[in-house]
């Protein structure tokens, strides 16, 4: 007797989960998953693409390539091209009777001592009006070797100069029919031959540059609008910000040491909109302060600390409650007077903050407080000014924190990344007003394998999402509602990121770069590529047993609910049993999955194809059994990014494993 059919639907949300046990963890969670991000609703995301970046206009908004290469003599009514044009007609033919012979008067043209013929003055021929089909280039010496050049165009017959007309005869056939025709027209117009250059990604990607320079990128910003970048040039360090034409280097005061670890800071100490100023130190050389719609460099000269005949430079910034923060490795917070970064006087209102430890960063974490992170501990600084500092140390059992450098942000609550995870500084009533949480308990694994190479973090406001970027191009994306976790995604790239930077651009849209080691500036979260790659997109779901873990189930059919900007072809691949090999069924080994991502016992796999209504379901059918089942979905193209909001089972439960 058949069994009946029944259907449940299961939310894919949550992100991974890497941390609960296989088979009591949401079956809508991921258990791995490649290119994948968590919306504020918690469903998945195939996430955006990327490309580089150098300020000229992005490559995703080139238009396409024809479907067909354009002729190599466009087609152009050259008459009416120089009339609109007001291009003067130095000759033009009239028609004349069967055969087709064209007279064209010579007038003030003396071709009896040759003629010569470039991309500004040339011969063209045209039949009918129709689309051009010769041009004759070069110099040609004598009357006799132009008349023999026109002759050795395709269906010319004749050539000849006579009672001051050029004659051609030919019995060349026009497009639309009508009667043979020849029109020769020696004229000033632009060269015709070469077509215009395509507006489309791949041009627009080739002419994008890396900041010049070798090595990678030592720092990035995001400042008024502009994008500025710090790389090395033979030794020496060099600012560029991105713009129309690229790369434009910034005019420094004086030559600058490479291979600092550059860090900047934005503030204003006026209250005037055009007093916002950047501010970079790099542990090498006098911090800078950039200002102005023209990007000023000034040197802040008496920002440095002398011992003996040793100058030392900041290598942290920080601008708060009008002073300019700067660290020293030591252990040393100093600041400047109240209102002017430049002046470093104690006299005039400067001080200095000893913390006793080895000092990792100094970042604003809320108006009133100023985080200072040492190498193993978290303090805040209060108060208005050096008459009122004070400075708290996180409670005893919050000792042992060792953050990471580049990694504190500012969404909703601080974050940072230290040994054990991504910390929470979440406001409290408590001693010290911060009490100190950990985000990245479900994705533990993962986080321990990263945390040795993690290099700098971003914020994607838009998106609710704090990014780490680690060695090996790994990208662990942590989307928050403000205050609790909704979900953890994982990105591979192929790149290694090593600083990044985010803000606005002039027309208020958000802007996240990043540098990469290769020396590249790359723009994230734009286009559907990997800067002109296709993406490479892997999902797999948690094993679920419906509710009866040791009953076995005949699965049918999936289905998929999503949204598809584009209809696009994805895998799926099935797993029964925990991965077990006690099913029957196919055992295939699906060649189409790329990465480490290699499953035994697979039952079937289908190609489901997406797009049109709003709400896509895709379906595949199932011909296996077993008593749980993973699912596991891959697609790979150029395509928009695309949600996926849960999945419907169809099954039928059968006997009981004893």
């Known amino acids: 007797m058949a069994s009946n059919v029944e259907a449940q639907f299961f939310p894919m949300r949550g992100g991974l989960d890497l941390l609960t046990p296989i088979g009591q963890a949401d079956p809508g969670t991921a258990s791995d998953m490649r290119n994948f991000e968590v919306t504020l609703s918690g469903a998945f995301r195939r996430i955006d693409g990327y490309e580089r970046y150098d300020g000229k206009p992005a490559p995703h908004l080139g238009e396409p390539p024809p479907e067909e290469p354009p002729p190599e003599d466009p087609v152009i009514d050259l008459p009416e091209e120089m009339i609109k044009e007001g291009v003067p007609v130095y000759a033009q033919g009239v028609r004349g009777e069967e055969p087709a012979v064209l007279e064209i008067p010579l007038g003030g043209v003396d071709l009896s001592g040759g003629t010569s013929f470039d991309h500004k003055q040339q011969f063209a021929l045209s039949v009918h009006n129709n689309p051009v089909y010769h041009y004759l280039e070069g110099d040609f010496p004598t009357q006799q070797d132009f008349l023999d050049a026109i002759m050795a165009l395709g269906g010319i017959e004749l050539a000849e100069v006579s009672h ?258 991504v910390r929470s500084l979440a406001t409290t009533s408590a001693f010290g007003n911060f009490r100190l949480g950990t985000m990245t308990l479900p994705v533990k694994p993962l986080y321990d394998d990263m945390q040795g190479g993690i290099r700098c973090s971003a914020v994607f406001r838009r998106k609710n999402q704090y990014r780490l970027f680690a060695d090996g191009g790994h990208v662990l994306s942590l989307t928050t509602d403000g205050e609790e976790l909704v979900g953890a995604g994982y990105t591979k790239l192929p790149m290694n990121v090593v600083c990044a930077a985010s803000g606005e651009l002039d027309d208020g849209s958000e802007i996240v770069v990043v540098g990469a080691d290769n020396g590249w500036v790359y723009r994230l979260d734009v286009g559907d590529t990997f800067d002109g790659e296709p993406i490479d997109a892997t999902l797999q779901l948690h094993f679920n047993h419906l509710g009866t873990p040791r009953n076995h189930k005949r699965y049918r059919k999936a289905v998929f609910d999503m949204f598809a900007p584009v209809e696009f072809d994805m895998l799926a691949n099935l797993s029964f049993n925990y991965g077990g090999q006690d099913h029957a069924q196919h055992i295939e080994q699906v060649t189409d999955i790329t990465g480490a991502y290699g499953l035994w016992n697979v039952s079937e796999w289908g190609t489901f194809r997406w797009g049109g209504q709003y709400m896509s379901e895709g379906e595949i059918d199932i011909t296996g059994s077993g008593r749980t089942l993973s699912l596991l979905l891959h697609c790979e193209g150029k395509i928009p990014a695309f949600e996926m909001y849960g999945v419907t089972l169809h099954y039928s439960v059968r006997r009981l494993q004893r």
């Open 164 to 421: 001051g007309s050029l004659w051609i005869t030919t019995e060349v056939e026009p497009y639309d029919g009508g009667d043979p025709a020849v029109e020769v027209i020696v004229a000033q117009f632009p060269d015709y031959r070469e077509p215009p250059e395509p507006d489309d990604e791949d041009t627009r990607r080739q002419a994008i540059q890396a900041p010049p320079g070798e090595g990678p990128i030592l720092g990035l910003a995001v400042f008024q609008g502009y994008v500025i970048a710090a790389r090395d040039v033979q030794g020496d360090s060099y600012l560029y910000v991105a713009g129309p034409d690229g790369w434009e280097g910034l005019t420094l005061p004086n030559t600058r040491i490479g291979g600092g670890h550059i860090r900047f800071a934005q503030g204003n100490f006026t209250g005037n909109p055009g007093d916002q100023a950047l501010y970079m130190v790099d542990g090498l050389n006098p911090p800078l302060e950039i200002k102005g719609e023209g990007l000023l460099v000034e040197e802040i000269e008496d920002c440095k600390v002398e011992v003996g005949a040793l100058t030392l430079y900041p290598h942290l910034v920080e601008v708060h409650k009008g002073h300019l923060f700067v660290g020293y490795p030591a252990g040393s917070v100093q600041h400047s007077a109240i209102g002017d970064p430049f002046s470093w006087d104690t006299t005039g209102g400067a001080g200095e903050i000893a913390v006793g430890e080895q000092l990792v960063e100094i970042k604003v974490l809320m108006d009133d407080a100023l985080g200072i992170f040492t190498e193993d501990s978290v303090r805040v600084l209060y108060g208005t000014s050096a008459a009122d500092w004070t400075v708290e140390t996180m409670g005893a059992n919050q000792q042992g924190v060792r953050i990471i450098p580049g990694t504190v942000q500012s969404m909703g609550q601080p974050l940072f990344a230290d040994k054990l995870g």
